[in-house]
């Protein structure tokens, strides 16, 4: 690629090297911008007669063919690339849906001279229209043996970027308290409403239990029998483990316990098993205030029909100090 200043009336097919103003500063055209017949008019028409350009040489692709190229391969599911302006392409959420993002892979890909790629958060809940996720390209032009390579290294390990559609999921909801069944009910039931409307949802079962292993048990099973989604438990107590009151409550439904303690401030105190395909997230405290706590980081996922693992959960300790 080589930039030259040269007569507007020989520009046709070149590249803009900088942006073009009118004098009284509103732009006239895009530096990037590929000159066609009608730009030159009007080039004309605005009393230049030079402009400073460069052009694609062999072995070169532009930059919107580049990031083109890398956005069809990088993603899948409920997405769409829509080109922007500067070497840009966006990926934009078609409904609503969960991201999931290869952070090895995203790295890897952002140590190259000639392309990078900004995401949104993993596990981040991106409502429908929402820009999930940014490529951009070193300016006017990309070596193509680079973008080969690029789409190479995704096409094998990718792909980098998943978005997950959330379609109506069902969400159960167990209250417990060991005095009263009700008590939990009365004060987490505000509080969940707030946290299930951010990610668009709200409970379509809810049971309330004295919080003895049994009752807890015995409630547990007749939300599965529901067919959730995700079963939320909002104890009023804090658990010293799955030995506690409710994890003895998922053994003896014979859950799997995935994880116990998150690296996940405030939310320390997660218990999270499976029984068969669905989630049981035991997160006591968490249902006390609407702020950002663990169960805002692995619901959007597990609503998404993902069955987030142990491991997940501990990778969320980067960035995991929430207040």
Known sequence: MKAQTIEVNESMGRILC?????????????????????DIRLLQTEGLDKVWV???????????DAVARVAADMGCGAMEIRPAAGGRANLVA???????????????????????????????????????????SSPFAV?????????????????????????????????????????????????MRQRLERV????????????EEGLVARGLQHLLRSKPTVILVASTTAPAGPDDVVGRAFSRL???????????????????GY???????????????????????ILPPLLARYRVSGWEVACLGHGGLLA
């Open 54 to 64: 460069t052009e694609l040489e062999a072995g070169e692709v532009s930059e919107d």
């Open 275 to 297: 029984h068969d395909d669905v989630p049981i997230v035991s997160a006591p405290g968490c249902f006390r205030s609407a702020k950002t706590n663990v169960v805002d980081l």
């Open 18 to 38: 900088t942006t073009i103003f009118r004098p009284g500063g509103k732009k006239l055209l895009a530096k990037g911008h590929v000159l066609r017949e009608e």
């Open 143 to 191: 070596p193509s043996s680079q973008v080969e390579a690029l789409a190479s290294i995704i096409k094998e390990r990718g792909p980098l970027l998943q978005a997950r559609p959330v379609r109506s999921p069902n969400v159960a909801v167990l209250y417990s308290d060991p005095l009263s069944a009700e008590r939990a009910r009365q004060l987490f039931e505000g509080v």
């Open 254 to 272: 014979g859950c799997h316990i995935e994880r116990f303690l998150a690296p996940v401030e405030p939310g320390n105190l997660l218990l999270l």
């Open 200 to 211: 668009g949802v709200s409970p379509s079962f809810v049971l309330a239990v004295q919080e």
């Open 94 to 136: 078609t409904e609503n849906c969960c991201l999931l993002v290869d952070d090895e892979l995203l790295r890897q890909i952002n140590c190259t001279a000639s392309v990078v790629i900004s995401t949104l958060s993993n596990f981040s809940y991106a409502p429908a229209g929402t820009r999930i996720a940014t490529v951009k």
